[in-house]
């Protein structure tokens, strides 16, 4: 979606309320549960506020925001160890955002939580693309924490190491079909069952396993390029 780009090309004006929700999901073409985690996002980038009652505002501090420089570079390198790396960062910082998540957690932001992995599940019977998704239950994770870094620095890493969004460097026609997304929503339900028993501990564990396979995934990969490599070459 463009919503974005529309903030950072000035088409949208410093005081100007956004339509609604359901206006936005219609002009977008996508769902509300997509288009409450972009207003989240731009929320925190501090390009809009939400007034109680009236609805969501861009902000003065539109211009500034968006000349501010990323917290991290956005690298779209397509190598895997690039991928790998991030991975490991993500481990660190998902893992306890998981486990605050299941400790902290409100009932709406469980809610948000599941509505995600749901909206996963939807797109991937229809054979729609996933990754938005996938990467819109990782962040709510991320806000049930309710310590808005958290947040800050998952959006900063950002898509790159979901390889289930086609834009992505890392999708392939394999990690796009549905037996492998399968996979990771058996996963994702994993985490989804700890966070709603509210077992910081294993909600710790469901996120380790789900995004240590993720790295072994990529690792798979390697081996297999190398594979075909020796089979073409003769190597051994």
Known sequence: MSLRQDFLSGQVSIGKKLPTETQLAETFDVSRTVIREAVAALVSDGLVETRQGAG??????????????????????????????????????????????????SSSQEARIQESFFEFDRLLKLGQPTGTADFSFHRSIAEATNNPFYVEVLDALGTRTIPCDVTSPHSTEEVLSFSYQAG?????????????????????????????????????????????????????
Do not use: C, W
Request: avoid cysteine.
């Open 184 to 236: 990771l929503q058996k996963e994702h339900l994993a985490i989804l069952n700890a966070i709603s028993a509210g077992d910081p501990e294993a909600a710790r564990d469901a996120m380790r396993t789900h995004l240590s396979l993720s790295q072994e995934r990529y690792r798979e990969r390697l081996r297999e390029r190398r594979a075909r490599y020796q089979s073409d070459t003769g190597e051994t």
């Open 56 to 105: 969501i505002f861009v902000i003065e501090h539109l211009q500034r925001a968006a000349a501010a420089p990323p917290l991290i570079k956005q690298d779209t390198s397509s190598n895997i160890s690039h991928a790998l790396n991030v991975l490991e960062v993500r481990i660190a910082l998902e893992m306890e955002s998981a486990a605050l998540a299941a400790a902290r957690r």
